[in-house]
């Protein structure tokens, strides 16, 4: 964890943000696999970790803005638990890092808010997304299960993503030692995307240098010689000579804060002329987009910026005609480029995605579109310093969507479906990387990891 005064003067921020009632962050608790005591890897509640500090199952932090006190609450083991579990801190030790005030059992909690509410305070909560959770405030608040989310508080969800949302250089450093810890497993992984191997051997190297680094995984990862499929977490294709394999993944460091990195990869270290090609693309919208990333630009218009350079590379080859402006706003490029360009990065690999899109990706005056692939964007507001974000435009050929939209005749002035045809088993390519939004500009975070195509093509034959 950081150290205590950080966690002090953000909670004091929280409180002044909220302005009155008491706020209520609940941590997570463990959850069981196929049994109780069989239970998933923990991984705490982001909001809770940044405001409390406590990466462990079991607990609730209370601030009571207007009396400007601050309680963790929490069950300390008995010995009977620590047989299994050895010695743990109890509550009250656990508050001093974290510069907490006071610490109570569990129990307490259920007393102190229901004291609130009979003087008509209000309890200011996020909207659950674990199913314990919304029982959980059930239980104190006296909710219906089916009405906890829309008693959310909106003033706790906007100050919580006013803080979270601005990096601070000790949080940039936590993502940047990430993106290092993926640079080694992606070294890795290029050296084992072999011809012959199937792609959980890939997988294994990836795990090895997270493992080894005393990381945990941020999301599942995406490895898959068919990356034309936007969220492929099957792993068992064998690897031929002449595929491409999408790799998706990312490590959280221990105080939570995780990498986003995708690379394309020619399995056996050479692209063919036609992957080259897309590949070139890819690489030119990526770093075009990066290039345009400043404070005061809106990440929308970035998103558009990949989409037009996308539409006239396209249209180069022949894939797509007409004005590449008038395809991107007709929504035609969304053939081959049917996600949004990025999205925050921090605590959660997503940032922030619990607390709703239209808090954290978009502002006021700024609605997601309903436009297909567009209506993918996560991040459209405008640009902060402080923002950590992901550039991650790719190209797919993906055989139904294709299909469909031949038969449709869709956007038939923007696209060439007959040599789009040529193109239908060319399968997914996407380039990722972590960027920062500095004050005059963006930083893109971590050391280098091969992307131009001669430099990955050394990586995988090395
Ligand atoms: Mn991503």
């Not at 977490?233 to 990195?261: C, F, Q």
Request: charged share 25%.
């Amino acid at each position: 964890m950081f150290d205590a005064a950080t966690y002090q003067s953000r909670r004091r921020r929280l409180s002044k943000d909220v302005g009155s009632g008491l706020i209520l962050l609940l941590g997570n608790d463990e959850v069981g696999m196929n049994y109780a005591a069989n239970a998933y890897h923990f991984r705490q509640d982001s909001t809770f970790l940044y405001f409390f500090a406590v990466n462990l199952p079991g607990l609730a932090g209370l601030i009571d803005v207007d009396a400007g006190t601050e309680t963790l609450f929490g069950d300390d083991l008995t010995v009977a638990d620590i047989v299994w579990t050895g010695p743990q801190p109890t509550i009250a030790k656990l508050c001093k890092p974290a510069g907490i005030a006071s610490s109570a059992p569990m129990a307490e909690l259920e007393t102190r808010l229901a004291a609130a509410i009979a003087k008509g305070r209000r309890v200011h909560f996020l909207k659950p997304y674990r199913a314990e959770h919304t029982l959980k405030i059930t239980a104190l608040l006296g909710l219906k299960p089916t009405i906890v989310a829309s008693y959310r508080s909106e003033a706790l969800h906007a100050a919580v993503v006013a803080q979270r949302n601005v990096k601070s250089a000790d949080e940039v450093a936590e993502i940047e030692r990430a993106v290092g810890v993926s640079r080694e497993m992606y070294l890795a992984a290029m050296r084992a995307a072999r011809p012959g191997r199937r792609e959980y051997e890939v997988v294994a190297e990836i795990v090895r240098v997270q493992k080894a680094n005393g990381c945990e995984l941020a999301f599942p990862i995406i490895c898959s010689v068919h990356g034309e499929t936007l969220h492929n977490h099957a792993h068992a294709n064998l690897m031929k000579a002449g595929d491409v394999m999408v790799l998706d993944s990312g490590v959280e460091t221990e105080r939570g804060y995780a990498s986003d990195i995708t690379r394309t990869i020619p399995v056996g270290g050479r692209f063919t002329a036609e992957q080259r090609v897309i590949y070139d693309l890819v690489l030119k919208t990526q770093l075009a987009a990066i290039a345009a990333i400043k404070p005061g630009v809106r990440y929308k218009d970035v998103h558009l910026l990949a989409s037009r350079s996308f539409a006239s590379g396209l249209k180069e080859i022949g894939l797509m005609k007409g004005d590449p402006a008038e395809a991107v706003a007709a929504g035609a490029h969304a053939l081959f480029f049917p996600h949004g360009l990025g999205h925050m990065l921090g605590l959660d690999v997503h940032d922030l995605e619990n607390i709703g899109e239209q808090h954290v990706g978009y502002e006021p005056g700024l609605e997601r579109s309903g436009q297909f692939g567009l209506s993918y964007l996560r991040l459209a507001r405008t640009l902060k310093p402080g923002f950590v974000l992901t550039v991650e435009p790719g190209l797919y050929f993906i055989p139904q969507l294709i299909d469909q939209w031949k038969a449709d005749k869709r956007h038939a002035a923007f696209v060439n479906y007959r040599e789009v045809e040529k193109f239908r088993n060319a399968r997914g390519y996407r380039i990722e990387d972590d960027v920062l939004v500095t004050r005059s500009g963006n930083r893109v975070l971590g050391p280098p990891i091969p992307k131009k195509a001669e430099d990955v093509e050394a990586a995988c034959r090395a």
